[in-house]
């Protein structure tokens, strides 16, 4: 325990010791801003699908989670780069030789960015949220928006485990951010185009649809278990990649 | 520190073939061979960062990772050094310190011994060759640990760097810790060294005091050139 706790630290120090954990924050924070911005102007102009309405009114929070499609990029590049820069600037030698054992790394470093993309996702949601309330105006409400807020940095917090996981296992910046690209942004769009029984539930089992669910959908938990299971089994896939290939 | 017939395969290279050695405390014992002789794998894998093909490396009988502060046991300085640069010397010693509970006050204390404490707060990227070098020592040596293991210290150092390293070493394998380095400048290891091991293509080629190689030489630059005569690369 001691001794990933001293992991921790070093992971603490070693994220918020470059440039790249700034700038990743303040885009999430602008994405956030100007998409939960955007969003509350579209309700405005009737623009909004009706699921998005409870008792006839917009919450804001439901806003801030439109708004997340964007933001959530930014913090998907934070926690992918956290992992991945340690392969693409050779550090992870270093890491290595402070902390030997890989599956212990591996978690002082989930356990630093989902810290990190809670916090940070919880205010982003305040933020868009903040943004939404005024430009919706009577057709909104601010009921709830804590607790959406919440829930906004818990499936960042899972999200950026993913990340991390993923990075360790396909070790490359480019390959990894493609391919959570392809998870989250890219294929379930293709899936439930055709509106196909069989291709909607597979959509539903994809990390960011499964993530929607837990957001905003009737049955949040099995969206969270969804997105989970695939943090979980990143991570293991991560941890057997670091063990088993030379640094 | 053992090395067990040590081997490790890259494919189809042999690149560290049945290295069979003991490295002992209280001095200095140089690391030589041509390039691509196995010298930085056989540190990597004693470092657990390269996984041997077969054989071990044993450090007071356990594997590296088996330590619990493995920094306060083995400090080492690796070829590429190994640093990110966008971030400071400094941080990268903090994060290093945090990693195995060694006090901060360590962290400057290392950078001062290295001649650092001006460019502590420079990004790493902005360093010098030599810096990043004395950086990587000032890391070596911040656990206070009684095995040091160096690659090539003495690149990208000025004349003042490499005397400071010399007396460095000397002055940690007389205080009974075990000094392993590597190093292509014969002259130098000639002046620093108590105990040779030379390999050639991953084998073996000496392991022997310094005086007995060069016995029978001009200098130590003529017993390499025979002992390794027939490894080098072509
Ligand atoms: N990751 C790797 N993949 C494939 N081959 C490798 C790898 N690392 C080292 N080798 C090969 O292993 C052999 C030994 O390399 P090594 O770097 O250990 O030599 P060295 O003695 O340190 O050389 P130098 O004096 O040039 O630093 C070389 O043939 C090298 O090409
Ligand atoms: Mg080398």
Redesign the pocket.
């Given at each position: 325990m001691t001794r990933l706790r001293a992991a921790i630290g070093a992971e603490w120090t070693k994220l918020w010791t470059t440039r790249t954990v700034w700038w990743a924050l303040l885009s999430a924070l602008v994405l956030m801003a100007a998409g939960a911005g955007q969003y509350a102007l579209y309700a405005g102009n009737g623009d909004l699908p009706a699921s998005v309405f409870r008792d006839g009114l917009v919450p804001a929070g439901s806003i801030a989670v439109l708004a997340l499609s964007f933001a959530q990029l930014a913090f998907l590049a934070l926690a992918m780069l956290a992992m991945t820069s340690e392969f693409s600037t050779g550090t992870i030698r270093s890491s290595l030789t402070w902390v030997p054992a890989r599956g212990r790394l591996l978690l002082a470093k989930c356990a630093v960015v989902a810290a990190v993309t809670f916090v940070t996702g919880v205010v982003a949601g305040l933020l868009g949220s903040l943004v939404a309330r005024p430009l919706l105006d009577d057709l909104g409400t601010s009921a709830g928006v804590l607790t959406q807020s919440l829930k906004i940095g818990l499936y960042l917090a899972v999200l950026g485990i993913l990340a991390v996981g993923l990075g360790a296992a396909l070790r490359g910046p480019v390959l990894t951010l493609v391919v959570l690209l392809l998870l989250i942004v890219v294929v379930p769009p293709l899936l439930q185009v055709p509106d196909i029984a069989v291709l909607n539930a597979v959509a539903d089992a994809m990390p960011g649809v499964a993530g929607n669910h837990f957001l905003e959908g009737d049955s949040p938990l099995v969206g969270l278990a969804i997105v989970s299971a695939w943090a979980i089994a990143a991570v293991l896939a991560g941890r057997a990649v670091l063990q088993r290939r030379?640094a | 520190m053992t090395l067990e017939k040590l081997t490790?395969r890259?494919?189809a290279?042999v690149?560290?073939d049945g290295l069979d050695v003991e490295i002992r405390p209280g001095r200095v014992t140089g690391f030589l061979?041509?390039?691509?002789?196995?010298?930085?794998?056989?540190?990597?894998m004693i470092l657990d960062l390269?996984r041997p093909t077969s054989g071990r490396a044993l450090l007071d009988g356990r594997s590296y990772s088996a330590y619990e502060w493995p920094l306060r046991h083995v400090g080492a300085l690796l070829?590429a050094g190994a640093v990110h640069p966008g971030r400071t010397g400094r941080n990268h010693l903090l994060a290093m310190a945090r990693s195995n509970a060694i006090p901060v006050r360590r962290v400057d204390e290392v950078l001062e011994l290295a001649g650092l404490g001006g460019s502590a707060r420079k990004r790493a990227g902005a360093y010098s060759m030599g810096m990043r070098q004395r950086l990587g020592i000032a890391g070596a040596l911040l656990g206070d640990p009684p095995v040091v293991v160096l690659?090539?210290p003495v690149n990208g150092l000025d004349p003042d760097g490499v005397r400071w390293i010399r007396g460095l070493m000397r002055g940690l394998a007389a205080e009974g810790r075990t000094v392993f380095v590597?190093s292509?400048l014969l002259s130098e290891m000639q002046v620093t060294a108590d105990h040779l091991i030379v390999?050639g293509r991953?084998r073996l080629l000496a392991d022997a005091p310094l005086a007995e190689i060069v016995a029978g030489h001009a200098s130590l630059e003529d017993a390499y050139y025979q002992l390794t005569d027939g490894s080098v690369?072509s």
């Open positions: 030379d | 490790k890259f494919g290279t690149a560290v061979g041509p390039n691509g002789a196995g010298k930085s794998t056989t540190m990597r390269d070829e690659d090539e590597s292509h390999i991953g690369l």
